[in-house]
């Protein structure tokens, strides 16, 4: 297990259509984030699990976002109906524990996923 | 409103100089920091991190500094390399929150 990974690398989609990512983390680790980057900005918090429960998510995460966990393993981001303020990178990370803070891992960042909505 | 600023989008230096990176933040309730280094096409990857009740932690190149009074951190990087040129990002999270805040980075470049 080389780390974190996602796919596609890169998506492109019409306005309206429904696109899913996938996210593998590393393989012992509990606990997977889901973040959004657009250009200039930082990564921004979406949701996350520990294990197969969503435990938080962000107001950002609207109606039109889902995500699961099912079995604790890798995670999929649905957008439904996309739109262009949704193009962006979509970043997954994961870590062992709640974080260097409580004794755990730092998160170890996927490469994303660039979605283009045109 | 964010939260965690930093407010030089990019820094120039010269292989071999010192290398230093701001980032302020405005939520007292911060207790955990972080910088990440994201090189393009690839995601962040963890650099270092300081607890809030220390000021300062170094692991090799790389130390960051923390002023609570002020809300300011601050990593400095020496000497300066040319692989060290990346987008640094700072982030932050609180004992009550999970996800880490961070900001939007500042673009350092190192020229030999």
């Known amino acids: 297990d080389t780390g974190v990974s996602q796919n596609p690398r890169h998506k492109i989609t019409k306005r309206g259509q429904n696109v899913t990512f996938r996210c593998d983390p590393i393989?012992?680790?509990?606990?997977l984030y889901w973040y959004r980057q657009t250009l200039g900005q930082g990564p921004e918090f979406l949701t996350y699990?520990?294990?197969?429960?969503?435990?938080?998510k962000s107001r950002l995460l609207s109606d039109r976002f889902s995500a699961e966990r099912p079995k604790g393993s890798f995670s999929t981001l649905e957008i439904q109906r996309t739109e262009q303020g949704d193009s962006a990178m979509y970043l997954c990370?994961?870590?062992?524990?709640?974080?260097?803070?409580?004794?755990?891992?730092?998160?170890?960042f996927g490469q994303g996923t660039r979605l283009t909505v045109v | 409103d964010q939260q965690v600023k930093q407010n030089s989008p990019s820094l120039s230096v010269q292989e071999g100089r010192i290398s230093i990176l701001n980032c302020d933040y405005t939520n007292s309730m911060f207790d955990y920091f972080l910088w990440y280094k994201k090189y393009p096409a690839e995601g962040p990857t963890f650099l270092i991190s300081?607890?809030?009740?220390?000021d300062k932690n170094e692991d090799g190149r790389f130390t960051v500094f923390l002023n609570k009074s002020a809300k300011h951190l601050s990593l400095h990087i020496v000497p300066s390399q040319p692989g060290d040129s990346a987008v640094y990002f700072c982030a932050a999270s609180a004992l009550s929150g999970t996800a880490l805040i961070f900001g939007k980075g500042t673009t350092l470049s190192v020229s030999s």
């Open positions: 300081i607890s809030s009740i220390k």
């Open positions: 699990f520990q294990n197969e429960a969503q435990l938080e």
């Open positions: 393989s012992e680790h509990n606990r």
């Open positions: 990370a994961s870590s062992l524990g709640g974080g260097l803070r409580y004794g755990g891992t730092e998160a170890f």
